[in-house]
């Protein structure tokens, strides 16, 4: 059972990690090496918790 | 009950064939996921765990080949550089290609041939592709994870209470790769500054509570590796990585109270044979695998003044010597030790600097102390260059852990045969990657600087020329 949990996390991790970054360009080339990204999109549930932040600060 | 197990063994035996499948899919439309796709390969050998479906197809090496056609047709040129050490590594493997022509053991020296080259052949290769920081850390992630499957169910089943040398169940137990007690100690203990960059330079996983409990707990899997396969190797390896850490840690006095407080909390949870065993580590005298292991090294040198160009792989296995081993007997009170003569003939080489020695003679153990010298001079150097640099902050710590790995997989070569081992050559590999990535950095860096100086420079002469007329023309005007 151990091994089968060990399997599954780090495998099901690999793939994440590969599908995350499987359509970004810069992993393939990048332009200029070396400097950083544009600073990304925050995720959905970032903007939800940075909307909420922000409303409680309108709030008080 | 037996048909459900078997009922899961062929689930397994489907899940991984499927994910091995999905990994060359993927690289029809990104030929870099079949890089992946064979360090993953090498490192857990899925068709060792499996027994009908991955056995079927020799995955490794199509993914071998995919990954050579992949780069080959795809990747641009124009990003790539050699390095000096990919050149040490080819002169290496050229010298074991030699070597192989006296072998002593012809047989036994191509069937171990036949493995140490594709693996060198493969570490040569890597650092071409890995031309982007996302595709060093994504094979640097490929390379944690993989072995991460292996270390994190021996660390749960260490902490559920199995365990003991030789008797910690493993996906694979034929002692290949780093199915290896000692070797995987070896490779756990030198995963664990890599895991901690990951945990706080990561891009493709950003750093936040999950990876920072993922890394901890797969950090403390790492520790249990050495308690639960009993390996002495890899408790000295522990020992080396927290000197290491000394050199980067903030607070140097907190990290060592905290370490011996670890220490003492840890120490009654330890088995009383993992004490039995360490034990060992000081009084070698009764114990016929220390004893084994000086009587061989012994042998390696004498036999290399004889044999200087080398004897080819395996060469141990013309090795034979008699000594003298001290047996203890308690009867009652009183304890007896009685002289006995022990008889050894093939006895492995137990270190990378006799394997190298006796198979590669003098040459072929300069090339291998020079390949590992300047891995550890090139990362320090990168840790000094790139460290306090604005907006540069996973470079010199990322030097700093991959340097930290090769410490510690040295240490582990002093007791193992482990100088061609796959994990440790890709350890070089990325070594090598990121070396030429940050050069590439530097130049990019630099480039618009010169331009622009060459600019000044263009200028300046127009400048110059700009002013002397304004110069023949003043008196002109003037007059």
């Known amino acids: 059972m151990i091994d089968y949990l060990a399997l599954a996390l780090t495998h099901a991790l690999i793939l994440i990690a590969i599908l995350r970054v499987f359509m970004r360009d810069d992993l393939d080339r990048e332009d200029r090496p070396g400097a950083e990204p544009e600073e990304a999109k925050p995720s959905r549930r970032e903007a939800r918790r940075a909307r909420r932040a922000g409303g409680k600060a309108r709030n008080a | 009950m037996r048909g459900a197990q078997a009922e899961r063994r062929a689930m397994l035996d489907a899940a991984l064939f499927l994910f091995v499948m999905t990994l060359f899919a993927l690289g029809l439309r990104r030929p870099f996921v079949w890089v992946l796709a064979y360090l993953y390969i090498d490192i857990l050998a899925p068709q060792k765990i499996g027994w009908t479906l991955t056995p079927m197809l020799p995955i490794s090496f199509i993914a071998f080949m995919l990954a050579f056609a992949g780069w080959a047709l795809v990747d641009a040129k124009s990003q790539i550089r050699f390095t000096l050490r990919q050149g040490i590594l080819i002169a290496f493997l050229g010298w074991c290609f030699l070597t192989l022509q006296w ?3 012809p047989e036994d020296a191509a069937y171990k ?43 749960l089943k260490t902490a559920l209470g199995g365990g003991g040398y030789g008797s910690l169940y493993f996906f694979v137990n034929d002692n290949s790769n780093i199915y290896e007690s000692s070797t995987l100690s070896t490779v756990a203990i030198g995963l664990i500054p890599i895991i901690w960059w990951f ?18 707990a797969f950090i403390f899997a790492c ?14 390896c522990i020992g080396v990585l927290a000197l290491l850490l000394l050199r980067d840690v903030k607070r140097r006095m907190t990290f060592i109270v905290g370490g011996i407080a670890l220490v003492l909390m840890a120490a009654p949870f330890l088995p009383t044979s993992y004490y039995e065993r360490m034990g060992l580590i000081t009084g070698h005298e009764q114990d016929q695998s220390a004893s084994t292991r000086l009587a061989v090294w012994q042998w390696t040198y004498e036999y290399a003044l004889e044999n200087p160009l080398g004897g080819g792989f395996d060469s141990y296995r013309g090795n034979k010597f008699e000594y003298r081993l001290p047996q203890v ?10 002289y006995k003569d022990v008889v050894d003939e093939a006895r492995a080489f137990h270190s990378s600097i006799f394997e190298v020695l006796g198979e590669q003679g003098w040459i072929g153990l300069f090339l291998w102390v020079w390949l590992h010298a300047s891995g550890l001079w090139q990362m320090e150097k990168l840790r000094r260059r790139w460290r ?10 990322l030097a700093s852990a991959l340097q930290m ?17 796959p ?57």
């Open chain 2, 103 to 105: 072998a002593d053991f």
């Open chain 2, 113 to 155: 041939w036949e493995w140490v080259w594709r693996a060198m052949v493969f570490a040569i290769f890597l650092p071409f592709t890995l031309v982007t920081r996302l595709r060093l850390e994504l094979a640097l992630l490929v390379v944690t994870l993989t072995a991460g499957a292996i270390i994190i169910s021996s660390g």
């Open chain 2, 199 to 216: 945990m706080n330079h990561g891009r493709i996983f950003p750093p936040d509570w999950r990876v920072k409990l993922f890394g901890g």
């Open chain 2, 223 to 236: 520790l249990l590796i050495p308690v639960g396969t009993e390996a002495r190797t890899g408790l000295v």
């Open chain 2, 329 to 338: 007997s308690e009867n009652g009170s009183t304890t007896t030790v009685e």
């Open chain 2, 388 to 397: 306090g640099r604005e907006g540069a902050s996973w470079q010199s710590p």
């Open chain 2, 405 to 421: 790995t090769q410490v510690i997989a040295l240490v582990g070569s002093l007791f193992q045969g482990i100088a061609y081992q």
């Open chain 2, 423 to 479: 994990v440790i050559l890709l350890i070089i590999a990325l070594q090598c990657g990121l070396w030429t990535y940050l050069k590439r950095c530097e130049e990019a860096a630099a480039e618009p600087r010169s331009s622009r100086r060459r600019a000044a420079h263009r200028s300046e002469p127009q400048r110059a020329t700009s002013a002397s007329n304004a110069a023949r023309s003043a008196p002109a005007s003037e007059a």
